[in-house]
């Protein structure tokens, strides 16, 4: 599997992003994917997950209530809607999965390119 993470941008505080993971490979709708990120200076952290099916989620406590993570196994491709976006949440945004998991990212070990979201104040 190939992950292609897109959708960056600069966006004011409080506005809205979307970003997409275009997989490639069958094995991308079986397996748990997720979505982190790094900030300049900062190690990199988790942001969200999802099952194969999408059905269950998983979110950090800092994005909880704001992002949303979903799925399309049909077009091989994973979303994050990132909703009420605030300046700390700036960085470069990762999509990944565990080839290993199919609910949760444990361990992940595929990793696509990062994509930038600054989110002026």
């Known amino acids: 599997v190939q992950l292609q993470a897109s959708g960056g941008g600069l966006v004011q505080a409080g506005g809205s992003l979307r970003l997409s993971c275009a997989a490639s490979?069958?094995?991308?709708?079986?397996?748990?994917m997720g979505w982190f990120r790094q900030a300049p200076g900062k190690e990199r952290e988790f942001v969200a997950s999802?099952?194969?099916?999408?059905?269950?989620?998983s979110y950090a406590d800092s994005v909880k209530g704001r992002f949303t993570i979903s799925r399309d196994n049909a077009k091989n491709t994973g979303y994050l809607q990132m909703n009420s976006l605030k300046a700390e949440d700036t960085a470069v945004y990762y999509c990944?999965?565990?080839?290993?998991?199919?609910?949760?990212?444990?361990?992940?070990?595929?990793w696509g390119q990062g994509t930038q979201v600054t989110v002026s104040s």
């Open positions: 990944a999965q565990d080839s290993a998991n199919r609910y949760y990212v444990i361990k992940a070990d595929v």
């Open positions: 490979g069958r094995t991308f709708s079986t397996r748990a």
């Open positions: 999802c099952s194969w099916s999408g059905g269950t989620t």
